[in-house]
């Protein structure tokens, strides 16, 4: 048993860590820059102090370090690239890396234009105002300019407003040297340096050995939205999505269980049939539409039935007692509650009820019978744990249901839960939030296998996870 644990311990690491791999890929190929997502205001103030701004949202999200242990690439590119911190900077300087391969070159040409725009900074507004404008706007658009004739139309206007006689004395000499710069760019090309291969090692400090490792500490980052640690916005949904979920779930398996072992005890009964019937039609019926009719005729008074409220969890002030919270508390869970349950009751009782009458076709059974023993007991004693195979493979669903929870009750009926949550994180690209519930929901599932599995030799003693030997 201790080397089975040991080994689907093993195997839990290595399927996280291929997850961890894919998530956090999906993560860094999210569009947008994670600092400009994080920073809601923009940063007033002079260039150099949005510099220094910028660095230190970038140092605070981790986006200033390598990405992976290693880095597979070729010669053309450098390994430090990452320590530029500006996103679209970088994206600029990748793309034109790809178009002419000589690094070196792309390098000088990109410092010729922060040299330039630090001069243009300096010079007074009291020169010509629309000239001075121009050239700004058309130096900082060489920043994301990668297409050559994009860069040229900025040098042509960056000329036009060098027109101006105190611009030119005043820039001239800058301006022609980024212009040479980028003429070298473009005439020495090293486009050969694409097929030569390159390997670095970045070590440990980078942003995946951060991120995966601060996983398993609790430090999930910061969420792009709110700014405000993940941890502590997953917990203020997680609550509400357990709450139902475990509500759900005891009334499921309360219900269904019983009605399935009546349902085989009492096998091709009109009871077993009506009851089949019965169940299979909520079965049938969608959760949204059931969720949707159930707001209209039950919290609207068009239809004489306002017996419930329509969305959210109620208002609660600080002056209420336990009881007046709990009973707040659930009278706006009753509908939510209904509709995560009536569906799955004909699914887990058929389970149950095919399970127990494959056990009462046993030899065991008919033994059991045969000695004279209450009825009562071959049902519960005999039969039910062993029926109980097909309930225990659901436990692999219950763990990442009860995390993820019912997206779309909860969005339906406004509960603040992880279903919301992840809707809502989506539609505002707040992927570390997203990215956090998909590594919650692969750890969990991951986790009810392996209760599966110690649940399967738990009901049978048959089962045997040591290795047979020839």
């Given at each position: 048993?201790?080397?089975?644990?040991?080994?689907?311990?093993?195997?839990?690491?290595?399927?996280?860590?291929?997850?961890?791999?894919?998530?956090?890929?999906?993560?860094?190929?999210?569009?947008?820059?994670?600092?400009?997502?994080f920073e809601d205001v923009p940063i007033q103030g002079s260039k150099a102090q949005r510099l220094r701004s910028y660095k230190r949202t970038a140092q605070k999200l981790g986006?200033?370090?390598?990405?992976?242990?290693?880095?597979?690439?070729?010669?053309?590119?450098?390994?430090?690239?990452?320590?530029?911190?500006?996103?679209?900077?970088?994206?600029?300087?990748?793309?034109?890396?790809?178009?002419?391969?000589?690094?070196?070159?792309?390098?000088?040409?990109?410092?010729?234009?922060?040299?330039?725009?630090?001069?243009?900074?300096?010079?007074?507004?009291?020169?010509?105002?629309?000239?001075?404008?121009?050239?700004?706007?058309?130096?900082?658009?060489?920043?994301?300019?990668?297409?050559?004739?994009?860069?040229?139309?900025?040098?042509?206007?960056?000329?036009?407003?060098?027109?101006?006689?105190?611009?030119?004395?005043?820039?001239?000499?800058?301006?022609?040297?980024?212009?040479?710069?980028?003429?070298?760019?473009?005439?020495?090309?090293?486009?050969?340096?694409?097929?030569?291969?390159?390997?670095?090692?970045?070590?440990?400090?980078?942003?995946?050995?951060?991120?995966?490792?601060?996983?398993?500490?609790?430090?999930?980052?910061?969420?792009?939205?709110?700014?405000?640690?993940?941890?502590?916005?997953?917990?203020?949904?997680?609550?509400?999505?357990?709450?139902?979920?475990?509500?759900?779930?005891?009334?499921?398996?309360?219900?269904?269980?019983?009605?399935?072992?009546?349902?085989?005890?009492?096998?091709?009964?009109?009871?077993?049939?009506?009851?089949?019937?019965?169940?299979?039609?909520?079965?049938?019926?969608?959760?949204?539409?059931?969720?949707?009719?159930?707001?209209?005729?039950?919290?609207?008074?068009?239809?004489?039935?306002?017996?419930?409220?329509?969305?959210?969890?109620?208002?609660?002030?600080?002056?209420?007692?336990?009881?007046?919270?709990?009973?707040?508390?659930?009278?706006?869970?009753?509908?939510?509650?209904?509709?995560?349950?009536?569906?799955?009751?004909?699914?887990?009782?058929?389970?149950?009820?095919?399970?127990?009458?494959?056990?009462?076709?046993?030899?065991?059974?008919?033994?059991?019978?045969?000695?004279?023993?209450?009825?009562?007991?071959?049902?519960?004693?005999?039969?039910?744990?062993?029926?109980?195979?097909?309930?225990?493979?659901?436990?692999?669903?219950?763990?990442?249901?009860?995390?993820?929870?019912?997206?779309?009750?909860?969005?339906?009926?406004?509960?603040?839960?992880?279903?919301?949550?992840?809707?809502?994180?989506?539609?505002?690209?707040?992927?570390?939030?997203?990215?956090?519930?998909?590594?919650?929901?692969?750890?969990?599932?991951?986790?009810?296998?392996?209760?599966?599995?110690?649940?399967?030799?738990?009901?049978?003693?048959?089962?045997?996870?040591?290795?047979?030997?020839?």
């Amino acid at each position: 048993m201790q080397k089975y644990l040991l080994k689907r311990f093993w195997i839990l690491l290595l399927t996280l860590f291929a997850v961890s791999l894919f998530a956090f890929a999906l993560s860094k190929m999210a569009p947008g820059d994670p600092v400009e997502q994080f920073e809601d205001v923009p940063i007033q103030g002079s260039k150099a102090q949005r510099l220094r701004s910028y660095k230190r949202t970038a140092q605070k999200l981790g986006v200033d370090k390598p990405l992976f242990y290693f880095q597979f690439s070729s010669a053309a590119y450098p390994d430090t690239l990452y320590r530029i911190t500006n996103y679209y900077e970088r994206e600029t300087i990748k793309r034109l890396i790809a178009r002419y391969g000589n690094w070196e070159l792309i390098q000088n040409y990109w410092h010729e234009i922060h040299e330039m725009e630090r001069k243009i900074e300096k010079l007074p507004d009291s020169l010509d105002r629309n000239a001075l404008i121009k050239l700004r706007q058309n130096t900082t658009d060489l920043f994301v300019f990668h297409k050559p004739g994009k860069i040229n139309k900025a040098f042509r206007n960056i000329h036009t407003a060098l027109e101006n006689e105190a611009l030119y004395s005043a820039i001239h000499q800058d301006s022609e040297r980024l212009a040479n710069a980028y003429q070298r760019v473009v005439n020495e090309p090293s486009k050969y340096k694409h097929y030569v291969p390159k390997f670095a090692w970045h070590g440990l400090d980078n942003q995946y050995h951060i991120w995966f490792s601060n996983f398993f500490t609790g430090n999930f980052g910061y969420s792009y939205e709110s700014n405000q640690k993940i941890e502590t916005k997953i917990w203020s949904h997680l609550r509400w999505t357990l709450l139902l979920n475990v509500l759900a779930l005891f009334i499921i398996f309360s219900i269904s269980i019983p009605i399935g072992v009546y349902g085989a005890v009492h096998q091709d009964s009109w009871l077993d049939h009506w009851g089949s019937l019965g169940l299979f039609i909520l079965y049938s019926l969608p959760s949204f539409w059931i969720a949707t009719l159930l707001i209209i005729f039950f919290t609207t008074p068009e239809y004489g039935m306002d017996w419930f409220p329509t969305h959210g969890l109620g208002d609660i002030s600080e002056d209420d007692s336990f009881w007046d919270i709990f009973w707040m508390r659930a009278y706006h869970l009753v509908l939510p509650v209904f509709c995560m349950s009536y569906a799955s009751l004909a699914f887990v009782s058929r389970q149950m009820r095919g399970g127990m009458i494959d056990v009462f076709q046993q030899d065991y059974i008919r033994t059991a019978r045969a000695k004279g023993l209450a009825e009562q007991l071959v049902i519960w004693k005999h039969s039910f744990r062993n029926a109980l195979f097909p309930i225990i493979t659901l436990v692999a669903s219950i763990f990442p249901g009860l995390l993820a929870g019912s997206l779309v009750i909860e969005v339906i009926f406004s509960i603040p839960g992880m279903g919301k949550l992840t809707i809502d994180s989506i539609y505002a690209r707040d992927w570390p939030v997203v990215y956090t519930i998909l590594m919650f929901s692969a750890l969990m599932t991951m986790i009810g296998i392996l209760v599966a599995d110690l649940l399967y030799a738990w009901a049978d003693p048959r089962v045997s996870f040591a290795k047979k030997s020839k």
